[in-house]
């Protein structure tokens, strides 16, 4: 039945009958109706509330999902969490909305894999809407697509080590939004236990954590964490009141005092949140100037934390029963250095070039440390703007490269499941971060480039698949390596003839899938870089964080 009534709603819209309905769905909350994609390939239901956050769970984890009476019309625009964009602040404070995608005409009957995506934007930017992440070149392969919005910046991120905030609010939106496709799926037609997370940067981050908390156990049977790491640096807020006492005393306070700082953001206006953008002061350690990150939570009766420890010493305790994809590109840092100066460079001269999460029992040690790495990208001479591309280099393998593969070696010890990892390398014209940062012509793949042949956008031309051929191959390899993950756990089983074997790593060595214009396996990248931060990175890395 259900099929018959996905031919003729195809079709209606084969005609030019635009807009036409989805079949409704019912789930715990209540009836959905959703519309026919523009093609006709997938039916979208959209919007949909998965919690609740108001003025009383700010900070805290989201409330539950709402009820309705009636029929929820499922078909209106996302909405976005509040954020600073170059249009100035978009956004609402009630934001926690998930879509989900079913392709309308699947080629085998029964529950489909269901694929969940976690948006990236450094826990500041983006939202989980088809403006970037369109399903259509997903959906294709008969499997579920879901995105959603969780909580940005300090709304979702604000850590004050108190009960009113204890941190990662936006994790736990996270968990709430997996919790509901649990729940949910299968009235889509969905398989609630073939689930796949994927997710990018922050959002691939963001992940690693999921996987390593007890707290979102049996809610995915997959992952596939691209371009992120819970050991990164970037990872983990280290000081968080200290941050929010900045951004207080931009607001006109001055106060170390969580309680304090409570009191002065529970009822801040939104706008007020938006436009506080303090500098951290530099120190001898180069940290990012990101401010709202996710936080190790002090233990507060009746609150379930996401993170509990550091991210290394929970994944290193954790059983894991699942099988993971990790992967990173080739040129991650010229995202980076698109915003960099002559002022901005010069900082690093006489600084060492890793963050705060290591520690060191002498200066001595620090600073033999830094003058390894500081001679392996720069040499013995003076960092500047003529050495940009080895700054790239460094933010390459820094924040990106080399935390993906630790941790992989990690997850390997740990799991039961087989662990891949892929370096992405193709450079093409859907390479939008590289277009956006000024390096077209570089070789590679900048930063987030490998989420255009994955995903299609409304803001990007979407015609040079068609006569690119090589673009189309990508886009072609990149979804049936994914979706072929998310059904069988492999992405490349044996009914795969057209792509090489991907073999998984293993406690013996790290073996890699180069994606590139031509698709091969490989040994590690950059084998010296990797020797140097495998080895300082497990030398000093730091074991707790003093809340």
């Given at each position: 039945?259900?099929?018959?009534?996905?031919?003729v709603?195809?079709?209606?819209?084969?005609?030019?009958?635009?807009?036409?309905?989805?079949?409704?769905?019912?789930?715990?909350?209540?009836?959905?109706?959703?519309?026919?994609?523009?093609d006709?390939?997938?039916?979208?239901?959209?919007?949909?509330?998965?919690?609740?956050?108001?003025?009383?769970?700010?900070?805290?984890?989201?409330?539950?999902?709402?009820?309705?009476?009636?029929?929820?019309?499922?078909?209106?625009?996302?909405?976005?969490?509040?954020?600073?964009?170059?249009?100035?602040?978009?956004?609402?404070?009630?934001?926690?909305?998930?879509?989900?995608?079913?392709?309308?005409?699947?080629a085998?009957?029964?529950p489909?894999?269901?694929?969940?995506?976690?948006?990236?934007?450094?826990?500041?930017?983006?939202s989980?809407?088809?403006?970037?992440?369109?399903?259509d070149?997903?959906?294709?392969?008969?499997?579920?697509?879901?995105?959603?919005?969780?909580?940005?910046?300090a709304?979702?991120?604000?850590?004050?080590?108190?009960?009113?905030?204890?941190?990662?609010?936006?994790?736990?939106?996270?968990?709430?939004?997996?919790?509901?496709?649990?729940?949910?799926?299968?009235?889509?037609?969905?398989?609630?236990?073939?689930?796949?997370?994927?997710?990018?940067?922050?959002?691939?981050?963001?992940?690693?954590?999921?996987?390593?908390?007890?707290?979102?156990?049996?809610?995915?049977?997959?992952?596939?964490?691209?371009?992120?790491?819970?050991?990164?640096?970037?990872?983990?807020?280290?000081?968080?009141?200290?941050?929010?006492?900045?951004?207080?005393k931009?607001?006109?306070?001055?106060?170390?005092?969580?309680?304090?700082?409570y009191?002065?953001?529970?009822?801040?206006?939104?706008?007020?949140?938006?436009?506080?953008?303090?500098?951290?002061?530099?120190?001898?350690?180069?940290?990012?100037?990101?401010?709202?990150?996710?936080c190790?939570?002090?233990?507060f009766?009746?609150?379930?934390?996401?993170?509990?420890?550091?991210?290394?010493?929970?994944?290193?305790?954790?059983?894991?029963?699942i099988?993971?994809?990790?992967?990173?590109?080739?040129?991650?840092?010229?995202?980076?250095?698109?915003?960099?100066?002559?002022?901005?460079?010069?900082?690093?001269?006489?600084?060492?070039?890793?963050?705060?999460?290591?520690?060191?029992?002498?200066?001595q040690?620090?600073?033999?440390?830094a003058?390894?790495?500081k001679?392996?990208?720069?040499?013995?001479?003076?960092?500047?703007?003529?050495?940009?591309?080895?700054?790239?280099?460094?933010?390459?393998?820094?924040?990106?490269?080399?935390?993906?593969?630790?941790?992989?070696?990690?997850?390997i010890?740990?799991?039961?499941?087989?662990?891949?990892?892929?370096?992405?390398?193709?450079?093409?014209?859907?390479?939008?971060?590289k277009?956006?940062?000024?390096?077209?012509?570089?070789?590679?793949?900048?930063?987030?480039?490998?989420?255009f042949?994955?995903?299609?956008?409304?803001?990007?031309?979407?015609?040079?698949?068609?006569?690119?051929?090589?673009?189309?191959?990508?886009?072609?390899?990149?979804?049936?390596l994914?979706?072929?993950f998310?059904?069988?756990?492999?992405?490349?089983?044996?009914?795969?003839?057209?792509?090489?074997?991907?073999?998984?790593?293993?406690?013996?060595?790290?073996?890699?899938?180069?994606?590139g214009?031509?698709?091969?396996?490989?040994?590690?990248?950059?084998?010296?870089?990797?020797?140097?931060?495998?080895r300082?990175?497990?030398?000093?890395?730091?074991?707790?964080?003093?809340?």
């Open positions: 039945m259900r099929y018959s009534k996905n031919l709603l195809f079709s209606l819209f084969a005609v030019n009958l635009v807009d036409q309905p989805a079949p409704e769905v019912e789930i715990a909350q209540g009836r959905l109706s959703g519309k026919v994609s523009d006709g390939s997938y039916f979208e239901y959209v919007g949909i509330p998965y919690a609740t956050t108001n003025h009383s769970t700010r900070f805290q984890a989201p409330g539950p999902p709402p009820t309705w009476k009636g029929t929820f019309k499922a078909t209106d625009h996302i909405y976005m969490c509040p954020q600073n964009s170059k249009f100035g602040r978009v956004g609402r404070e009630d934001c926690l909305t998930i879509n989900v995608y079913v392709p309308t005409m699947p085998q009957e029964g489909m894999p269901v694929m969940v995506y976690i948006h990236g934007g450094a826990f500041a930017l983006g989980g809407g088809k403006f970037v992440y369109g399903p070149y997903l959906v294709k392969h008969d499997v579920i697509i879901v995105t959603f919005n969780y909580r940005l910046g709304l979702g991120f604000m850590c004050l080590n108190i009960k009113e905030a204890p941190g990662n609010a936006g994790l736990k939106d996270q968990l709430a939004a997996l919790r509901w496709v649990k729940k949910n799926i299968a009235a889509f037609g969905g398989d609630p236990d073939n689930v796949t997370a994927f997710g990018e940067s922050a959002g691939a981050t963001s992940l690693s954590i999921l996987i390593a908390s007890d707290a979102a156990d049996g809610l995915f049977q997959k992952a596939i964490i691209q371009s992120g790491s819970s050991i990164a640096n970037w990872a983990i807020n280290r000081k968080p009141v200290w941050v929010y006492s900045l951004i207080a931009q607001l006109g306070y001055d106060t170390q005092d969580p309680h304090e700082l009191n002065i953001f529970k009822d801040l206006p939104v706008k007020d949140f938006l436009r506080t953008r303090p500098r951290k002061p530099l120190d001898k350690f180069f940290d990012t100037q990101l401010l709202h990150l996710p190790v939570e002090k233990p009766p009746g609150i379930e934390p996401i993170i509990t420890d550091m991210p290394f010493n929970m994944l290193e305790r954790k059983k894991l029963n099988s993971v994809i990790y992967g990173s590109n080739s040129k991650e840092g010229l995202f980076l250095i698109g915003e960099e100066t002559p002022a901005t460079v010069n900082e690093r001269n006489g600084r060492y070039l890793f963050a705060s999460d290591l520690e060191f029992k002498t200066e040690e620090a600073e033999k440390a003058k390894e790495v001679e392996f990208y720069f040499g013995e001479e003076t960092i500047d703007m003529t050495k940009i591309l080895n700054m790239s280099d460094l933010y390459t393998h820094l924040y990106f490269e080399m935390p993906s593969l630790i941790e992989s070696e990690v997850v010890k740990t799991t039961n499941k087989p662990v891949y990892n892929y370096y992405f390398d193709y450079g093409g014209n859907r390479n939008v971060l277009v956006v940062s000024g390096y077209r012509s570089a070789g590679g793949a900048c930063h987030a480039d490998e989420l042949y994955l995903f299609k956008t409304d803001f990007w031309p979407n015609f040079v698949e068609i006569w690119n051929r090589k673009d189309s191959k990508t886009i072609d390899t990149m979804t049936k994914w979706t072929n998310a059904r069988y756990g492999n992405p490349t089983p044996e009914s795969v003839t057209d792509l090489p074997q991907w073999s998984p790593s293993s406690r013996e060595g790290l073996k890699l899938l180069y994606i214009e031509e698709v091969k396996m490989g040994p590690v990248p950059n084998p010296e870089a990797y020797e140097m931060w495998r300082t990175f497990l030398t000093y890395r730091r074991k707790k964080v003093d809340n």
